[in-house]
């Protein structure tokens, strides 16, 4: 079992920048692949990215490929999201999770989660 704290979040205009970490209390890679998921007020939970047990695969959602990428570090046991060109409709709060199947899209096949950090872009 692992404990997942994200941090990085906060707030920050339309067009800007913020990397998400995700620190976990044990070995990730070659044990986890992680994901990253969002929900904003009233929306379902959604995927953004995820990355293998390898830390060399990774998938992220169309919503967001071309501005958001993920990457891990192995010394560390962390893994990030890096967000350029945000806009107002990233407004959520940013989830990472932990899972044993390869690097889903699905919340289902996770099974570690955070707390969740916010990510609020402004107008």
């Known amino acids: 079992q692992v404990q997942l704290v994200e941090s990085g979040g906060g707030l920050v205009q339309a067009g800007g920048s913020l990397r998400l970490s995700c620190a976990s209390s044990g070995r990730i890679f070659g044990a986890y692949a992680m994901g990253w998921f969002r929900q904003a007020p009233g929306k379902n939970r959604e995927f953004v990215a995820a990355i293998s047990m390898s830390g060399v695969q990774t998938n992220v959602a169309n919503s967001v490929r071309g501005r958001f990428t993920t990457s891990g570090d192995n010394a560390k046991n962390t893994v990030y999201l890096q967000m350029n060109s945000l806009k107002p409709e990233d407004t959520a709060v940013y989830y990472c999770?932990?899972?044993?199947?390869?690097?889903?899209?699905?919340?289902?096949?996770?099974?570690?989660w955070g707390q969740g950090t916010q990510v609020t872009v402004s107008s």
């Open positions: 999770a932990a899972g044993w199947s390869s690097y889903s899209t699905s919340s289902s096949d996770y099974n570690y």
